[in-house]
């Protein structure tokens, strides 16, 4: 099978995340399950670990692709699925093999095992150090004064109504007469501190008001809600473990906690270039992803140890990098086994839950109470001082509600006191439901919010206002790739990290080195003339424009060089290449499957009518648009396309072929075709005799199929086929059966 290198080079590049993935879940099980002591269990906890990670992955990732589908956060679909696999439901029934379920509950305070609680606490330290690295710093710190004030204001009246809830819950359902510093009310009041800022980034994103006045105001709010919250997080647990409840004691707490964010915090910021000095050292992207993660790990051990939590170094070392030119190189190449432990960590999160407990009127209230108050706190506390911030109802409100939802810091807060026996499974499942709801809520309302036609702003003011300058090149051709890809070369020669944001149609890289920030746009824009203009749009600041202009120029140098020396090639020259495609010793027949997956038993035609290339390649379409595979009203500008494919160079290769083929806007998967014109036409080949086989082939422009490579493995199997006889075919179906049954291939070229 033909193959190009770049399919080898995202094999071997995916082949290494998915080892290293499944070699730190290996090393990790191994610690824990080797830890007890207990070397006769070993064999059967890991049995049991590897079922339930199977049955989790599978359960997380369904439960996300169904709510994702009905529109409503996979988040949610993951903790849902957790719910109903968990100890508490589906988990508990006896299984072939697994007398006690294949989740039973662990132990009467904790319903999971060690084991899965380690995976979930790996996942949270993943999830905030990729908080961090996703937090921009800069606009952070310039529109950090109303974030902050903003903020502060909704963490101090939701940890006000949090805490409320804490003590009414505790005097009518617990016969305690809870106070405001005990440990329970607390643990709720931080949970209502939270904000989930994927959410609503999300939700921005979409709308595209991320630079808007309300978006930045609401990211940095929430920023400054997940850094103080994580705060107040490690002073609640520093007052648990050190069984004191004094105002002396929290201050000592508070002091040390914030003392230690701001030392590790100002340390990682002036020593972030080192440290991604360091990383680089290293060289290949996967391996400095992995040294990051390992920092992070070590400094999350510090923090822990240090009488705080384990995330707050995550998040650091997440902020910390945020700032250099590694962050995006490291989101991207985290993402695998980000997929892998986040769906973990929230299915984790919902097998916690108890159902009967969430089934009981009292949660339920109390849980319908809870979210009330979580609501008002953010909406109230963020709307007040947003009205004296240079913003009018309308803006306020979308600030307030895009504060609503809790999400994922809320959910570790909770399982944090769950696992240190501070809350017990009522008040835990009070704060899934708040958590749930919450995130469940927000994204209709922020919609239809910013779906009013009014500014947020009472002086019209945006908030952002980056100085950045437009390069732009228009090339009337289809070189773009070419092109595209000399770029990325180049500035990866220059010692810029290069990110591909590219999704659907959009094609779009960012180029990273230092404090270096350029972005590449690549749009096409349908011409009168019915052809495509693609248009380089790069964005840079003034001082980057001459770099930008002489990187482009080099491409287009280097493009003008291969343009010649493809010009310099002789007729005898393409011979021979076009020879060695067709000289192949594959005995394996492999490529058969090609045709199955591809021809359309109909999409054959056994004798085509036409007398010349133009008219042939017409009537090679119309097979196409005849088996519903092309659209009729596209009809020509595709044909146009293939006319001007065939004016640079002829499709007629040897032995009676022909391969018309092109990308194209105007199809949406890789669509193939077959006529046969047995008398044959001059169709400019390069063995100069007519062809008489005719294969079209049409492929996405944004497709990563490699419509060459499809092409290449027809030409294997074709050079085992006896062409005559199949030229001699009297129907479609015999062609078809000539094509992918094996044992029609002639004996002769074996």
Not at 226 to 244: E, R
Not at 333 to 349: A, G, H, R
Not at 574 to 583: C, M, S
Request: charged share 20%; glycine share 6%.
């Amino acid at each position: 099978m033909v193959i190009d290198e770049n399919y080898f080079s995202d094999v071997k590049y995916h082949f290494k995340k998915i080892f290293l993935t499944i070699l730190m879940v290996l090393c990790l099980s191994s610690f824990l399950l080797a830890s007890d002591g207990i070397q006769s269990n070993i064999t059967e906890k890991m049995t049991l670990l590897i079922f339930q990670l199977s049955i989790i992955i599978f359960a997380a990732w369904l439960g996300g692709y169904i709510f994702k589908k009905i529109k409503i956060p996979s988040v949610l679909g993951e903790i849902f699925s957790g719910i109903f696999i968990g100890p508490y439901c589906l988990g508990k029934l006896p299984f072939l093999g697994f007398p006690s379920g294949l989740f039973p509950v662990a132990s009467a305070t904790f319903p999971i095992s060690p084991e899965l609680y380690a995976f979930g606490t790996l996942a949270s330290i993943i999830l905030l150090f990729m908080s961090g690295l996703e937090t921009d710093l800069k606009t952070f710190l310039r529109y950090s004064f109303a974030g902050t004030i903003i903020g502060v204001s909704g963490i101090i009246l939701s940890f006000i109504l949090g805490d409320f809830v804490g003590i009414i819950f505790g005097r009518v359902f617990l016969n305690i007469n809870y106070k405001f510093s005990d440990i329970m009310p607390l643990f709720l009041g931080a949970t209502c501190t939270a904000t989930s800022v994927g959410i609503t980034a999300r939700i921005l994103s979409e709308k595209k008001k991320m630079d808007s006045p309300e978006g930045v105001t609401t990211i940095a709010a929430a920023v400054v809600d997940d850094v103080i919250g994580i705060i107040i997080l490690a002073i609640i647990i520093g007052i648990a473990k050190s069984g004191h409840i004094e105002w002396k004691q929290v201050s000592f707490i508070g002091l040390k906690a914030v003392g230690i964010w701001i030392l590790f915090t100002a340390l990682g910021l002036i020593f972030a270039p080192k440290i991604a000095k360091f990383l680089k050292f290293f060289k290949d992207k996967t391996s400095i992803t992995i040294m990051s993660l390992v920092l992070t790990m070590l400094l999350s051990g510090i923090f822990e140890k240090s009488g705080l939590a384990m995330i707050i170094g995550a998040y650091i070392m997440g902020l910390s990098l945020s700032k250099t030119d590694l962050s995006l190189t490291i989101q991207e190449n985290l993402t695998s086994l980000e997929k892998f432990f986040i769906p973990i960590f929230f299915c984790i999160m919902g097998m916690m839950v108890d159902i009967s407990q969430m089934a009981s009127l009292h949660i339920l209230m109390f849980g319908g109470f809870y979210l009330l108050f979580a609501v008002l706190g953010k909406v109230i506390g963020c709307m007040s001082p947003a009205f004296f911030l240079n913003f009018n109802f309308i803006g306020a409100l979308r600030i307030g509600v895009g504060m609503i939802p809790r999400g994922e810091v809320a959910l570790i807060v909770v399982s944090i006191g769950l696992a240190n026996g501070i809350l017990n499974q009522e008040v835990f499942s009070i704060a899934i439901i708040m958590t749930f709801l919450t995130t469940l809520i927000t994204p209709p309302i922020l919609l239809k919010l910013f779906d009013i036609e009014k500014i947020g702003n009472k002086k019209n003011k945006e908030i952002l206002n980056v100085k950045k300058i437009e390069i732009i090149y228009q090339f009337p051709n289809h070189e773009e790739e070419y092109i595209t890809f000399k770029v990325l070369e180049e500035f990866e020669k220059e010692g810029y990290f290069v990110h591909n944001l590219s999704s659907g149609n959009l094609k779009l890289y960012r180029f990273f080195k230092d404090e270096y920030n350029i972005s590449l746009k690549i749009v096409s824009t349908e011409l009168e003339n019915e052809k495509f203009n693609y248009s380089f749009m790069f964005e840079c600041q003034e001082k980057d424009k001459a770099f930008v202009n002489t990187i482009f120029y080099e491409v287009i140098a280097d493009l003008e060089r291969f343009t010649q020396n493809l010009k310099s090639l002789t007729n005898k020259d393409k011979e021979e290449i076009v020879e060695q495609i067709f000289n192949s010793d594959d005995k394996d027949f492999c490529h058969i499957n090609i045709m199955k997956n591809f021809l359309l038993p109909n999409a054959i035609s056994i004798d085509l009518k036409s007398e010349n290339k133009q008219e042939i390649l017409a009537e090679l379409l119309d097979i196409l648009i005849d088996t519903n595979q092309v659209q009729k009203e596209n009809r020509k500008e595709i044909l146009d396309e293939l006319i001007e494919r065939e004016k640079i160079m002829s499709t007629g290769m040897q032995k009676n072929l022909a391969f018309p083929h092109i990308r194209t806007n105007y199809v949406k998967k890789l669509v193939f075709g077959i006529g046969i014109k047995k008398a044959g036409i001059d169709f400019k080949s390069l063995d100069n005799i007519p062809s008489k086989v005719f294969i079209i082939t049409l492929a996405p422009n944004d497709s990563h199929t490699s419509y060459l490579n499809f092409i290449a493995e027809t030409t294997k199997l074709l050079a085992h086929i006896d062409i005559d006889n199949l030229i001699n075919s009297k129907t479609k179906k015999e062609v078809y059966e000539k094509l992918v049954n094996p044992i029609y291939i002639s004996k002769n070229n074996i």
